[in-house]
């Protein structure tokens, strides 16, 4: 694959994979290294409230019609569970007597 430079692959035209490496230092624990344990969890907390805000919540009758159509497939499972449940335990006392 290319970039419009060329060959993502290759390194720099002009200059060696030497200086490559060298213009290239290491990262420092930067702002997360230099704040202290309260300093972190303020940050977290702030950063969970960020991303609720943009969460979509449902409206009323969207969770309405949400809840309904989840319990209206847990009872009919249930259901389904229960019949198979009581066609094994025939099967189980036609076998076993």
Do not use: C, H
């Amino acid at each position: 694959m290319t970039d419009a430079l060329g060959s993502i692959d290759m390194p720099e035209r002009g200059r060696s994979e030497d200086e490559n490496a060298e213009s290239k230092k290491p990262r420092r624990g930067g702002k997360r290294g230099k704040k202290g344990p309260f300093a972190r969890l303020a940050l977290f907390y702030r950063q969970i409230i960020a991303e609720l805000r943009k969460v979509v919540w449902p409206t009323r009758g969207q969770l309405s019609t949400y809840t309904t159509v989840v319990i209206v497939f847990v009872v009919i499972v249930i259901g389904l569970v229960t019949v198979i449940d009581l066609g094994f335990n025939q099967a189980v006392k036609y076998v076993f007597g």
